[in-house]
């Protein structure tokens, strides 16, 4: 499986989605993190050169990710 990483915009929806992911003891994401927008693209590169292989987030992040 993909090393995935999800990169919210909300600290609420971070814990939200932790707890959804929980559920599906399958799914081992590399990370489930709140991110300010305007520090999306930097986590993302960093998150790719520590190996993640897909990034997971929503709209305005997504587009700018």
Request: charged share 15%.
């Amino acid at each position: 499986m993909a090393k995935t990483a999800v990169l919210l915009p909300r600290q609420k929806i971070q814990q939200m989605a932790a707890g959804l992911i929980a559920q599906y003891p399958n799914l081992s994401p590399f990370c489930i993190e709140y991110t300010h927008t305007d520090a999306a693209c930097q986590r993302a590169i960093r998150l790719q050169n520590d190996g993640c292989e897909l990034i997971l987030a929503r709209g305005l992040q997504a587009a700018l990710v």
